[in-house]
């Protein structure tokens, strides 16, 4: 009896020596992660800058505190467009930016930020999530070690600010502008010389006449960053970006040797962000835009004549882009089958 006693006293103690290895090996010491985030987003940007820190703060609450992503304003750590680097190189951790910023890197991207005369929020995340898109966008970065999460998705923006109204298409001609993405290709074919600049460079590079015109997003944002005071002439439709994406990329390595709870918190948190940043987006629009034209803005549309001018220049710009990017031209081929079959749904399930 003695030795039965001793010899489950002695598994007891073994047993209970196993679980201490286990509570102190590996996988707890995973169970507490701090990343530092660099964002391409300055948190005073309306809806889309706060939603870096919404992401965060639900990924620390969800893990009670044992994933904290750090969140760090653009150039605190890295440029604001220089994020991509940074994180394929795991010199950060993870970054909250949009893959149109890396177009110069992988020009296909373009696809996964906004693109002109694309699709509404349904039928974008569709094409995501279930056409093949979300595929394509995670093999592109893993090529870079970076992987990639929609984390937010925003309304439809303005095209631009003009000092003048634009009566024809001559008059943009030899302008030089702040543009975005493909959008930024579509204006290059309408005479316009284009640059990118990240959203707190824009004011001031106006203000200077660095450059003549901008835009930059939808009236709320563009209302607090002051354009409004140089630039009185604000036109619409948006059509280079009628829905556009933000997201969360990571050093892959570093994401890989999470547990795979994180990984599911940070699923969760971005498709929470999505919702957020769509219905906050849309419910501030029109009141910002009454506010506008409270300070002397003159909002216009674009004639229809001059959006189909815009609309031919795109097809050229697909055109020589497909046919010199291999990449681009598979990205663009999915897109495009996607939006086609899309295209019956969409003509007999909704309101022209």
């Not at 605190?76 to 149109?100: H, K």
């Not at 995340?125 to 990639?148: F, K, S, T, V």
């Not at 990449?327 to 749904?345: G, H, I, N, P």
Request: hydrophobic letters at 45%; a neutral charge; proline letters at 5%.
């Amino acid at each position: 009896m003695k030795r039965t006693k001793l010899g489950t006293a002695a598994a007891a103690a073994v047993l209970a020596g196993a679980i201490a290895v286990a509570a102190t090996g590996p996988a707890a010491a995973q169970e507490r992660v701090r990343w530092k985030m660099a964002s391409s987003y300055t948190t005073s940007l309306d809806i889309i800058g706060p939603n870096g820190k919404y992401i965060t703060e639900m990924i620390r609450k969800m893990s009670d505190g044992r994933f904290d992503i750090r969140f760090f304003e653009p150039n605190a750590l890295v440029p604001a467009l220089q994020v991509f680097d940074a994180v394929s190189q795991g010199s950060v951790d993870a970054s909250y930016t949009t893959a149109g910023f890396h177009v110069g890197k992988i020009p296909a991207l373009a696809f996964f930020s906004s693109v002109p005369f694309g699709p509404g929020v349904g039928e974008y995340l569709a094409w995501l999530r279930y056409g093949g898109g979300n595929e394509i966008y995670r093999e592109l970065y893993a090529e870079h070690d970076i992987i990639g999460r929609h984390c937010g998705i925003v309304v439809a923006e303005a095209s631009g600010w003009f000092k003048e109204p634009i009566e024809s298409a001559e008059q943009l001609k030899g302008k030089k502008m702040r543009f975005f993405g493909l959008g930024a290709r579509v204006m290059q074919k309408m005479g316009v010389s284009t640059q990118l600049l990240a959203p707190a460079d824009i004011y001031p590079a106006l203000e200077r006449g660095v450059i003549d015109a901008t835009e930059l997003s939808f009236p709320s944002i563009d209302l607090n960053f002051g354009y409004y005071q140089i630039a009185k002439h604000y036109y619409f439709p948006g059509w280079h970006q009628q829905s556009s994406l933000v997201e969360l990329i990571a050093h892959k390595p570093k994401y890989d040797a999470l547990p795979d709870s994180f990984k599911t918190m940070i699923d969760v948190a971005c498709g929470e962000a999505m919702i957020n940043t769509l219905a906050f987006g849309e419910s501030k629009q029109a009141k910002a835009l009454e506010t506008l034209k409270s300070k002397g803005v003159t909002v216009h549309r674009w004639p229809q004549e001059f959006l189909d001018q815009l609309a031919v220049a795109w097809e050229q710009v697909i055109e020589e882009e497909v046919a010199k990017d291999p990449v681009f031209a598979r990205v663009y081929d999915s897109y495009a089958k996607f939006r086609a079959e899309f295209a019956v749904w969409k003509d007999h399930g909704y309101l022209k």
